[in-house]
């Protein structure tokens, strides 16, 4: 009886995710309320509020469920006991380019957040939970790049900090153009150009050197 109720407790928040994803993209973040996200999902406000506090925590909810085929590529490159940091990184940025082009779920989400998610004062939450994921995002990235000097694989006078920020701001700028316009350019078959594009500039690029 208990593991029933476990998993109607995560049939229903997997409902009122699926929701949530349907009523942001359809109508942006904040122009969705809890209730319409409820009556969507068939379910009461006090359900949504049993799994999540506010609706800043079902955008980040919805984005955490992106990162888990992702998660294991990550902290191999983040080990400094991988052989091949760099590979994996370029792995990992191709696979993130593949499933936003061909995973329809994946698209729509990133699409929330790029352009279908306001800072309204209601969402200083989601925020400040996107300004502390990006930091550590490059400080992530920061320590594949040091792997990967250490590794042999990238100049070792590279701006380690520098370059994180820079691939990050590349791919975060090719995700935001390509899910606007996505006749603009081919992020699937080229994915491995886009992102060999990335890696050549953390390899050659003077700027980025100490």
């Known amino acids: ?17 699926e929701a949530a ?4 993209y359809e109508r942006g973040v904040a122009r969705t309320t809890l209730a319409d996200i409820a009556t969507l999902a068939g379910v ?3 359900a949504i509020y049993w799994h999540f506090s506010n609706k800043a925590d079902l955008v980040q909810a919805m984005l955490d469920s ?15 006991d991988e052989l091949d940091p760099l590979g ?8 993130l380019f593949h499933q936003v082009a061909l995973d329809p779920k994946t698209r729509r989400i990133n699409e929330i957040l790029f352009h279908k998610c306001e800072f309204t004062d209601e969402m200083c939450d989601l925020r400040q939970q996107r300004r502390t994921a990006s930091l ?6 920061g320590l594949t790049l040091r ?13 380690t900090a520098r370059a994180a920020i820079s691939i990050h701001a590349y791919i975060d ?21 886009w992102v060999d594009t990335g890696l050549d500039m953390l390899r050659l690029s003077p700027s980025l050197r100490k």
């Open 1 to 17: 009886m208990v593991r029933r109720t476990k998993e109607e407790a995560q049939e229903t928040r997997s409902q009122i995710l």
């Open 147 to 159: 792997n990967a000097v250490n590794r042999g694989q990238l100049p070792t006078d590279l701006d």
């Open 66 to 80: 992106l990162h888990e085929p992702l998660d294991e590529l990550a902290k191999a490159s983040e080990s400094e």
């Open 21 to 24: 994803e349907k009523a942001f």
């Open 173 to 193: 700028g090719l995700l935001y153009g390509w899910l606007l316009a996505p006749d603009g350019f081919d992020l699937h078959t080229e994915a491995e150009r």
């Open 136 to 141: 550590d995002c490059n400080v992530r990235i």
């Open 44 to 46: 009461t406000r006090g």
């Open 88 to 95: 994996c990184m370029r792995k990992l940025l191709i696979h």
